[in-house]
């Protein structure tokens, strides 16, 4: 007991750097925000230093302000919206499949081992040399973006659900064993409590991958969605609204990557302790 809370109290690496110089640690929202701020002085010196022309990249203020104009604006709302229900749809099914699936190719080894080189195979080939056979099938439209954002976040699902049982701790296999535990009740009270960290690192993963694809097929053409309107404004030569677009599309990602973040220490709060374990 005492050796734990001795391990408690001690201070961590930066603590100690910190006292070390005299100062105490600056908070990671702080350094983020200082990150931005000097991103967006590095683009107004740039940009008013005739570096780049101002039809190419206007100044960041302008740009704010056609942000803040985009997110009133009903129907580039209306569009956020198409792109979030295709990344929906998306991680939705890929992971009503990949999950399942990872568990039982991870835990029987006869499945595991032929099906390794099939995923590795598969993954190796990029969403992208498949528009135009989605184009094909589904047109232009949502199939079209959620068939590709399924394709390539399925990988990344199905391969973390694999490793993850297949890092299960044979001891407690084994003990589940011993007490006569069938496999079914071995998949769902050992094996899938152990890989559920890395199955959430693999639906983060997916999230940003996903949205990554479901905003290239809008680009290329789609239908409906943000990439849409950016394509559309950057055809009216309205770089301010371009940069805008992309700009709230960033903040889109980081949104999304952060409630994930936030979900996995609420729904899986021992895959950050053995992370932090682990350094």
Do not use: C
């Amino acid at each position: 007991m005492s050796a734990q809370v001795e391990a408690d109290a001690r201070p961590t690496g930066g603590a100690v750097a910190a006292r070390r110089w005299g100062r105490l640690p600056t908070p990671d929202w702080v350094l983020g925000v200082a990150g931005v701020v000097t991103m967006f002085v590095l683009w107004d010196l740039v940009v008013r230093a005739g570096a780049v022309s101002v039809d190419s990249l206007p100044y960041p203020l302008a740009t704010l302000q056609r942000a803040g104009e985009l997110l009133v604006d009903a129907t580039f709302l209306t569009e956020v919206v198409q792109t979030l229900w295709a990344w929906l749809l998306a991680m939705l099914v890929a992971s009503a499949v990949g999950i399942p699936l990872g568990l039982v190719l991870g835990y029987f080894s006869a499945l595991y081992r032929p099906s390794s080189s099939v995923v590795h195979a598969g993954r190796s080939i990029p969403s992208s040399a498949f528009l135009p056979i989605a184009i094909l099938l589904f047109g232009l439209g949502t199939q079209m973006k959620v068939s590709l954002a399924i394709y390539a976040i399925f990988w990344p699902i199905l391969l973390n659900s694999m490793y993850g049982v297949r890092d299960t701790e044979p001891l407690m296999l084994a003990t589940g064993r011993s007490m006569g535990w069938t496999r079914a009740r071995l998949l769902t009270r050992v094996v899938l409590p152990s890989a559920a960290p890395s199955i959430a690192t693999g639906l983060r993963v997916a999230s940003s991958t996903a949205l990554i694809v479901v905003l290239s097929a809008e680009l290329l053409g789609a239908t409906n969605g943000v990439g849409t309107v950016i394509t559309t404004y950057q055809q009216a030569q309205r770089p301010d609204f371009v940069y805008a677009g992309i700009l709230l599309v960033g903040l889109l990602g980081m949104a999304l990557y952060y409630g994930f973040n936030l979900v996995e220490r609420l729904v899986v709060p021992w895959g950050q302790a053995q992370r932090e374990g682990g350094r």
